[in-house]
């Protein structure tokens, strides 16, 4: 085991693209075994973590995501950049399953021996983002890459859960598709460090341009999350590479603004203990969810509640209590 861990640390510190697959395979693995030795991995991994520039991008459906990843990829390549991505794709509700097809969204960036794309399911987790995407972010950063861009199924869920693990968050928006300001919730603005109106070419660049003003507006009524930054609004467009630069020096002031104020290292902060405490949130579900006698008891509890036979409050008191021992499973009948 402790062999194994050596080369899987020392692959990836000298950037061992196989290594890296390998491992995030590892930390994706739902069996104990191998979440320890992604742990044991991990920890030593930390010290050679935390100097990549973290990119949250997210957007309405259709806007083009991964169109724009590409064309944002291959521009920071080209400036010698090593750039990571991790593409969540949306599980199915039904089955779990996952298209998983970012890769071939991205074919240019996908071959560029300088980008590494790891496609993720969400496994249906909340904010669209997968279940192990903090852990897979810093295997990234200890490998080499120094800007990591995390791809969301941007479905209008709990899009704070991919803020919380970036250090900048941008916002694609899609001109010409309807009352624009109408399809996108406060928070979803009060997120945003930058909103880009993508596919602004062509015929689309008079309601590309409507559209900005529009965001532009409603982004002033809005108090800035940061004393530090005001988010702007450009146009962009990922088929013909425009605005792309622009963007990217925004992230780049953006990250400089918020190093010389001292905000970035207190995210940081901020992030790391959110996320200890959504590994023990996660922690207790799955011990839940093992116990000996919750899983005897659940179905006929479940079966009660259903019926009307048990109130839902009583139930899950019951259900939290079998943890500590309290009482004995079906006491309750």
Request: aromatic share 4%.
């Given at each position: 085991m402790t062999s194994a861990i050596e080369t899987s640390v020392s692959g990836l510190l000298s950037g061992d693209r196989r290594i890296l697959a390998k491992t995030i395979t590892l930390i994706e693995s739902s069996l104990m075994c191998h979440q320890d030795t992604a742990q044991a991995i991990?920890?030593?991994?930390?010290?050679?973590?935390?100097?990549?520039?973290?990119?949250?991008?997210?957007?309405?459906?259709?806007?083009?995501?991964?169109?724009?990843?590409?064309?944002l990829g291959m521009t920071l390549v080209e400036k010698g950049r090593r750039v990571a991505v991790l593409a969540v794709d949306p599980s199915s509700i039904r089955s779990g399953g996952s298209i998983l097809a970012d890769k071939t969204r991205m074919e240019r960036?996908?071959?560029?021996?300088?980008?590494?794309?790891?496609?993720?399911?969400?496994?249906?987790?909340?904010?669209?983002?997968?279940?192990?995407?903090?852990?897979?972010?810093?295997?990234?950063?200890?490998?080499?890459?120094?800007?990591?861009?995390?791809?969301?199924?941007?479905?209008?869920?709990?899009?704070?859960?991919?803020?919380?693990?970036?250090?900048?968050?941008?916002?694609?928006?899609?001109?010409?598709?309807?009352?624009?300001?109408?399809?996108?919730?406060?928070?979803?603005?009060?997120?945003?460090?930058?909103?880009?109106?993508?596919?602004?070419?062509?015929?689309?660049?008079?309601?590309?341009?409507?559209?900005?003003?529009?965001?532009?507006?409603?982004?002033?009524?809005?108090?800035?999350?940061?004393?530090?930054?005001?988010?702007?609004?450009?146009?962009?467009?990922?088929?013909?590479r425009t605005g792309i630069d622009e963007i990217w020096e925004i992230v780049l002031k953006h990250r400089e603004r918020m190093t010389a104020s001292g905000e970035l290292a207190e995210r940081r902060k901020s992030q790391s203990l959110a996320w200890m405490w959504s590994l023990v949130k996660e922690g207790f579900k799955e011990r839940f969810n093992r116990h000996p006698d919750v899983q005897r008891r659940l179905p006929q509890l479940l079966r009660q509640v259903e019926n009307g036979e048990v109130p839902p409050p009583v139930a899950a008191c019951e259900l939290l209590a079998l943890l500590d021992g309290e009482i004995q499973p079906g006491s309750a009948d």
């Amino acid at each position: 085991m402790t062999s194994a861990i050596e080369t899987s640390v020392s692959g990836l510190l000298s950037g061992d693209r196989r290594i890296l697959a390998k491992t995030i395979t590892l930390i994706e693995s739902s069996l104990m075994c191998h979440q320890d030795t992604a742990q044991a991995i991990m920890e030593r991994l930390l010290p050679h973590t935390g100097n990549a520039i973290r990119l949250g991008i997210t957007g309405v459906p259709g806007v083009g995501k991964s169109s724009f990843i590409e064309s944002l990829g291959m521009t920071l390549v080209e400036k010698g950049r090593r750039v990571a991505v991790l593409a969540v794709d949306p599980s199915s509700i039904r089955s779990g399953g996952s298209i998983l097809a970012d890769k071939t969204r991205m074919e240019r960036l996908s071959t560029d021996g300088r980008a590494f794309i790891r496609p993720s399911p969400s496994g249906g987790t909340l904010g669209g983002v997968a279940r192990k995407t903090r852990e897979s972010m810093l295997v990234c950063e200890a490998a080499g890459f120094d800007v990591i861009i995390v791809e969301t199924v941007g479905i209008g869920q709990s899009e704070t859960t991919v803020a919380s693990m970036v250090d900048f968050f941008l916002v694609l928006m899609l001109a010409g598709a309807g009352d624009e300001l109408q399809g996108i919730k406060k928070g979803f603005l009060e997120l945003a460090d930058a909103l880009a109106i993508n596919k602004a070419d062509g015929d689309n660049m008079e309601r590309a341009r409507i559209a900005r003003k529009d965001y532009e507006t409603a982004l002033h009524l809005l108090r800035p999350a940061s004393p530090n930054w005001s988010p702007p609004v450009v146009m962009c467009s990922a088929k013909e590479r425009t605005g792309i630069d622009e963007i990217w020096e925004i992230v780049l002031k953006h990250r400089e603004r918020m190093t010389a104020s001292g905000e970035l290292a207190e995210r940081r902060k901020s992030q790391s203990l959110a996320w200890m405490w959504s590994l023990v949130k996660e922690g207790f579900k799955e011990r839940f969810n093992r116990h000996p006698d919750v899983q005897r008891r659940l179905p006929q509890l479940l079966r009660q509640v259903e019926n009307g036979e048990v109130p839902p409050p009583v139930a899950a008191c019951e259900l939290l209590a079998l943890l500590d021992g309290e009482i004995q499973p079906g006491s309750a009948d």
